[in-house]
């Protein structure tokens, strides 16, 4: 079976930087890719990762290790509407875009 | 911009009720997916199909069933609703894997109440 594990909830600051966690115990592992859910509404495609490394899009990284199982999402410049779910989610091989998503991380962003 | 919608954003049914979710995306995607997200179990699998009238199980088939008779439409079907089918159910579309990932386009969700 699947294991992804992320922490429940998190908070900062407006203007900080936030690291969110997502650790994953998966056979046949072909990429991560991460979610952002505003209550009420649909998850919105964040950024993805097949190899190694650090992947950059404006505020938002993400990074992964393979080896390691482990992700996590890098949120810099905070705003109080990045206050959402981020939702961590293994692709596996073999699997036709099949994800497997983890709980979820609420970030709550605060003055 | 890829947009999927489905039928209702609330729905209330009574137990023993048949019942029917639709889903139409507008992009032309070969995948669709059917997901329920309940607080604490994150978003989990229901059913997803690869091409019209292909369908596979997800982790969670039990007490539903799919339909897709056209490439941008695809119906999950309660058919015997019960209290612990109350859920957001949410439906997602994506292109085929050729060789590289894909990411899925959620609906805005159903949130349906059994009672």
């Known amino acids: 079976g699947q294991n992804i594990d992320q922490p429940t909830e998190m908070t900062a600051t407006e203007g900080a930087i936030v690291q969110i966690n997502c650790t994953y115990q998966?056979?046949?592992?072909?990429?991560l890719f991460w979610y952002q859910q505003h209550a009420g509404e649909a998850p919105t495609f964040l950024s993805y990762?097949?190899?190694?490394g650090l992947e950059e899009k404006g505020r938002f990284s993400s990074f992964l290790s393979r080896s390691k199982g482990y992700s996590y999402l890098l949120l810099k410049e905070l705003q109080m509407k990045d206050s959402a779910s981020y939702l961590c989610?293994?692709?596996?091989?073999?699997?036709?875009?099949?994800?497997?998503f983890g709980t979820g991380t609420q970030l709550k962003v605060e003055l | 911009d890829v947009k999927v919608t489905q039928s209702s954003r609330y729905l209330v049914k009574r137990t023993g009720e048949k019942v029917f979710l639709e889903c139409v995306q507008d992009?032309?995607?070969?995948?669709m997916f059917w997901y329920r997200q309940d607080p604490g179990l994150g978003l989990r699998l229901i059913y997803f199909?690869?091409?019209?009238?292909?369908?596979e199980k997800g982790d969670i088939p039990e007490g539903y069933s799919v339909s897709r008779e056209k490439k941008e439409r695809f119906s999950l079907i309660l058919e015997s609703a019960s209290t612990n089918q109350t859920s957001m159910y949410l439906c997602?579309?994506?292109?085929?894997?050729?060789?590289?990932?894909?990411?899925?386009?959620f609906g805005p969700g159903t949130r349906l109440t059994v009672t």
């Open positions: 199909s690869y091409d019209v009238k292909m369908k």
């Open positions: 997602a579309s994506s292109l085929q894997d050729r060789g590289s990932l894909s990411e899925q386009y």
């Open positions: 989610a293994v692709s596996l091989t073999g699997g036709g875009n099949k994800l497997t």
């Open positions: 998966t056979s046949g592992f072909n990429g």
């Open positions: 990762n097949v190899l190694d």
């Open positions: 992009m032309d995607h070969e995948n």
